[in-house]
C-alpha cells in the first residue's frame, strides 16, 4: 500500500503561485523520476516533454522498466 504522501510534492509544486511556469517544468520531472525510481522494476525514467495549456501541464515521459519501455502522457 502507498503512503498518502505519495504525489503530494508534485500537487504542492503545481498549486505554488509564487513559483514560475520554468521552475515548474524543471522540478515535475524530478518529482515523476522520485516518485517512480524506488519500485525496482523501473530502471529509468526519461524523455520527458512537458507543454504548459492554460492551467495545466500535459507532461509526456518513458518509463524504462525489466518488462521494456512504457509510454505515459499525463495531463496536471
Do not use: C
Not at 23 to 32: A, F, G, S
Not at 56 to 61: L, R, T
Amino acid at each position: 500500500m502507498f503512503s498518502a504522501n505519495i504525489g503530494s510534492e508534485l500537487e504542492e509544486l503545481i498549486k505554488d503561485e509564487e513559483a514560475t511556469i520554468a521552475l515548474k517544468k524543471t522540478e515535475i520531472p524530478r518529482l515523476i523520476e522520485e516518485a517512480l525510481i524506488y519500485d525496482e522494476r523501473i530502471d529509468a525514467v526519461t524523455n520527458f516533454t512537458i507543454e504548459h495549456v492554460d492551467d495545466a501541464f500535459h507532461v509526456n515521459f518513458t518509463v524504462e522498466s525489466n518488462e521494456g519501455a512504457l509510454e505515459f502522457e499525463e495531463v496536471i
